[in-house]
């Protein structure tokens, strides 16, 4: 409650204020701030009308101030941007609008001074569910009006008094906890908790106070601290907070909002594990992972201290019904849970002892070393598709069936005719499809009514979606009530053949694929595959399949992982005919027009945009085979210059017919390198011509290792070197960074989830800034450094990377145990340069080297330290009798690799180990970093973090991004 200066001041109050905002921050060159907000006097909602503000330096400050006269009454949401000279929007603060209503009867002519700061998007990271309903514990008892007391002013010197409200954020406090303000006023209790001012809780995590202070106070000395009932009060990290007047100027405040940005406490670091879903090994289990084994996942993680388990994606890829699904990103559908993942004994209570007989063969055919895909997922549907039979009336016709229908028939009924087409036509290729290759709401409708043959198989798709919500749903609540935070994946694209590219044909780009070019996995860069996504056609509805997507994943998960997500500031897109990553270009970018090439000296665009194919080169690599190669594959266009022939003329038709070439008997022992060779030259241009405009063209991706290049004279070289270095590393930023910034404010902002970005390969300079700006954290695999002149990590000295997960692996990569032992030479480097040993390092990773590495991880300022539970295995020798190749969850150099790992040991039996578990915890706790505490255990959020803090290294820093206000504390604040 805001004080009613004018009932006690004997002013009486009339019409306008003179409202002064006051922000300290740094600016660039070229850039200043302003406000915009829901009122006039704020631009109303136009950032172009927005009220300017104006710098002046105080000390080492630059301090930012706008003025602007108000009536009374006046109440509004704004936000603080920073601009460029015509008003564009450079940056924008993060976290929710704020809120101002000016306090009633203030008197005629008050000058009210508004103090903000700087919102950074580190601060409202623990305004997300992950934090705020999981680790945090949910809404806590914070009654408004429990705390504080109004003050009652009888009278009021406005020539000696000012009125000053403390307005602070703490969203990491306890169940009947409170806030207060000490310092060294009277009313602030002379630096005594006890006597401090106690402050109400306001609602969204914000807490309030007001006194009055007289002028001679100031500068003002304060700090806030947390109190409890059952606890000493604990104070604020960082330096003391001050409050200074300019006691020399004509108008000095009557009023100050003192909005303090959040309570400071030590960095909150957390620690958990990754497993794909079907790499899960329980007793229950048939053949693979499923939702309802993440309870004993949950449970395991909680007893060995950590917050948080990761999974891979878990939607259903069931696109060509064979071993190839089991690849997790090639998605079928967006929004349907993958069938893999059921547990066929929860579908019923009743299920009867034949199918129970069938339940209990197949589990002990199906628990093989690895997962058997096509045989487990034809076993599951077929014991479902048996008890859907036996009570599909009942479910059908029950009232949590027909509300699953209800919430969800804008994706279910797609996905459940397309899985009827797909097996009626036996192929997912929708052009075989006849006249339902073509998706409309007309013939979706026939499909799926009741009165069609076919309504069963229908009702059957409905009904396993259906069940894996269920399960899932019950796997998710139980780690919120755990305080585990359940971390999911969102892949970067979909199947060519997949429900959303049949429903929404105009939201892809159908003739293009998606990859990565050349990088750490693979010399000839990846090929995903996935059609490339029409940005501009999304755009039009504020992309709302994006938004359906996160809203669809929130339902389940508290945190996610965007996958590549360089893909939201440009996606390496290819032709639909290549095959391998390597000729491709980014998209968007700024092509190089003909006109900039001629201008410099470069006209010969066929002969650098073609193969370039010379007699000598097919002598050079095929030897004595050459005449055999160049009449299969090649016409002589002129003398000694050859050209790839139409039927081979693209990499797809080119390995298509490799591979039927009765001449292959000929040379059976080099088939291998035959074909390398012969890509080898496909891709053996310098620019690539842009498809849909013939008049520009893109510089091929390291073209100096091409035959091309090297034969051009030196200033061509030398003209296209350094086009090729403007083109990956310069001129593209701005329109990467405003991609970007179209794009993924909109997934942020579609739920409450904790989101974490996959930032690895070639990152651009843009990517950093921008996810420090959105509060996206990233990922740093220490074997994998974004510095170039750097081989490892050094975990420790992550500190300007604080807002990011590091882990010693991934799925992309091999396990901890298994880079240990590829290369020998990097192995000793490491062992020397990390470990910092001088000795010949053992051959294997053992339990010393194992238990080095992620204590390191567990050490670092990163927020979170995340394993693979592979590495984490590697702490016991009996968790390693397993050769460390076949831990290995992904080959990214094979398009093919059957994904298919499964965990030696049942969690049930990780469960048991209490060895692990506590060497586990221990860590955990050791380093600093959160564990979940139970609310009966004695031990509160407040006590259990100064425990923590008491064990973390001095000086993590926060990170501070560019612009970042001048005094904040090196403290993370939550």
């Known amino acids: 409650m805001l004080l009613n200066l004018g009932s006690h001041s004997g002013i009486k109050s009339r019409s306008t204020a003179t409202l002064v905002f006051r922000l300290p921050y740094y600016t660039q060159w070229g850039q200043s701030l302003l406000i915009c907000g829901s009122q006039p006097p704020l631009g109303s909602g136009n950032v172009k009308r927005g009220l300017a503000l104006i710098p002046s330096h105080q000390g080492d400050e630059l301090v930012w101030y706008a003025k602007v006269s108000v009536a009374a009454g006046f109440s509004c949401e704004y936000s603080y941007y920073v601009v460029d000279d015509n008003r564009n929007v450079l940056r924008r603060e993060a976290g929710k609008k704020r809120r101002f209503t000016l306090p009633s009867d203030v008197p005629e002519g008050a000058v009210v001074e508004i103090r903000d700061l700087w919102q950074d998007a580190s601060e409202s990271l623990f305004l997300r569910s992950a934090f705020k309903d999981v680790i945090f514990g949910g809404e806590k008892n914070l009654d408004a009006d429990k705390e504080g007391s109004d003050v009652l002013l009888k009278s009021l010197d406005w020539q000696d008094s000012i009125v000053v409200q403390f307005m602070i954020r703490c969203s990491r406090i306890e169940d009947g906890a409170s806030i207060g303000v000490i310092g060294s006023a009277s009313q602030l209790g002379k630096w005594k908790t006890q006597d401090g001012l106690r402050l109400k809780y306001s609602g969204d995590n914000t807490w309030k106070a007001e006194c009055v202070l007289r002028k001679y106070e100031f500068p003002l000395k304060y700090k806030y601290y947390q109190v409890h009932e059952s606890t000493d009060p604990t104070l604020e990290l960082g330096p003391n907070r001050e409050l200074s007047v300019d006691s020399q100027s004509i108008h000095p405040p009557n009023y100050i909002v003192l909005a303090d940005g959040p309570f400071r406490v030590t960095a909150w670091r957390g620690s958990g594990v990754s497993i794909p879903m079907f790499s899960i090994r329980s007793t229950d289990d048939l053949g693979v992972g499923e939702f309802l084994d993440l309870k004993l996942l949950v449970d395991w993680a909680v007893e060995s201290g950590f917050h948080l388990v990761q999974l891979l994606p878990i939607n259903d890829t069931s696109v060509h019904r064979m071993w190839w699904d089991s690849y997790p990103y090639s998605s079928l559908s967006v929004f349907a849970l993958h069938p893999l993942y059921l547990r066929v004994q929860a579908l019923s209570e009743d299920i009867p002892e034949n199918i129970k007989e069938e339940i209990l063969k197949m589990k002990q055919q199906l628990d093989k070393k690895d997962v058997d895909y096509e045989a487990t997922m034809a076993a599951k549907l077929s014991i479902s598709k048996k008890i859907f039979d036996l009570e599909k009336g009942k479910i059908l016709n029950s009232g949590a069936f027909k509300t699953f229908l209800s919430d969800n028939e804008n994706w279910l009924k797609p996905y459940a005719a397309y899985c009827f087409l797909r097996d009626f036509f036996e192929t997912s290729d929708r052009t075989q499809w006849g006249s339902f290759s073509h998706f409309s709401s007309e013939k979706l409708e026939k499909l799926v009514s009741e009165d069609a043959l076919h309504h069963d198989v229908i009702c059957f798709h409905y009904y396993i979606q259906f069940h894996l919500h269920k399960q899932l749903s ?37 003739n293009t694929s998606t990859g990565a070019p050349p990088d750490y996995f693979d010399k000839n860069g990846q090929n995903w595959g996935f059609p490339t996504y029409n940005w501009e056609e999304m755009s039009k509805d504020n992309y709302a399949w994006w938004r359906a997507r996160l809203t669809q994943m929130a339902k389940y998960f508290t945190a996610y992982r965007i996958d590549h997500i360089l893909g939201f500031f440009r ?30 000296g470069i006209w010969d665009f066929n002969r650098l945009s073609r193969p370039y194919v010379r007699q000598e080169i097919l002598q050079e690599k095929f030897g004595s085979f050459w005449t055999v190669i160049a009449s299969n594959f ?4 002129q003398k000694l210059c050859y050209e790839f022939k139409e ?84 001129r593209q930023e701005d329109l990467w960074r405003q991609n970007a910034m179209k794009t993924l404010p909109v997934l942020l902002n579609s739920s409450d989830m904790l989101a974490c970005g996959e930032d690895l390969g070639l990152i651009p300079s843009c990517v950093h800034p921008v996810m420090q700006e959105l509060g996206l954290i990233g990922l740093r695999i220490q074997r994998m450094p974004s510095e170039p002149d750097r081989e490892f990590d ?40 990390v470990v910092g040993c001088n000795d010949i390092p053992p051959p294997r990773c053992t339990t010393d080297i194992a238990h080095f590495i992620i ?16 590495d984490i295995l590697a702490l016991k020798d009996e968790y390693t009798t397993r050769p460390a190749v076949e831990e290995t969850i992904n080959d990214p150099t094979n398009p093919k690799h059957y994904w298919r790992y499964r965990l030696h040991v049942t969690l049930d039996s990780l469960l048991r180990d209490n060895d692990l578990k506590n060497l586990l915890k221990d860590m955990v706790i050791n380093s600093g970093r959160s564990y979940p505490v139970e609310k009966n255990n004695g031990i509160g959020i407040a006590a259990a973090s100064e425990k923590q803090a008491e064990k973390v290294q001095e000086g993590i820093a926060t990170i501070q991004i560019n612009g970042s206000s001048s005094n904040k504390s090196s403290i993370i604040p939550v």
């Open 855 to 870: 204590h390191q991880h567990m050490q670092a300022p990163s927020m979170w330290a995340i394993f693979p539970l592979q």
């Open 474 to 510: 019950e796997a998710a609540d139980y780690a919120r009530q755990k305080k585990i935070v359940l971390k999911g994946d969102l892949p970067i694209g979909v199947d060519r053949n997949s429900v959303d590219t049949w429903v929404y044909p105009n939201l892809f780009r159908m």
């Open 794 to 833: 050094i975990v420790y000295h992550l500190n300007t990377l604080i807002m990011t997960v590091c882990a010693p692996s991934c799925h992309d990569c091999s396990t901890m145990r298994a880079w240990w032992e590829e290369d020998e030479e990097r192995r000793c480097r490491f062992y020397r340069d």
């Open 647 to 730: 039927d081979c003329n693209t990499e797809k038709k080119l390995i298509s017919k490799f591979k039927s070439l009765p001449e292959k008997s000929l040379w059976l022992e080099k088939e291998s390198k035959i074909q390398s060779d012969l890509l080898e030259l496909i891709q053996n241009i310098v620019l690539i011509r842009d498809p849909e405009d013939p008049r520009k063209f893109y510089p091929r991706f390291n073209l100096e290792d091409t035959s091309n290049f090297k034969a051009l004279d030196e200033h061509s070289k030398n003209v296209l070197r350094r086009l090729y270095c403007d083109y990956y590393f310069c």
């Open 634 to 637: 090649f016409n002589e266009y």
């Open 571 to 600: 996606i390496w897109e290819l032709p639909d005919h290549a095959a391998t990553g390597l000729v491709g270009k980014f998209r968007p970018s700024i092509a190089l027009s003909q006109e900039e090439l001629e201008k410099e």
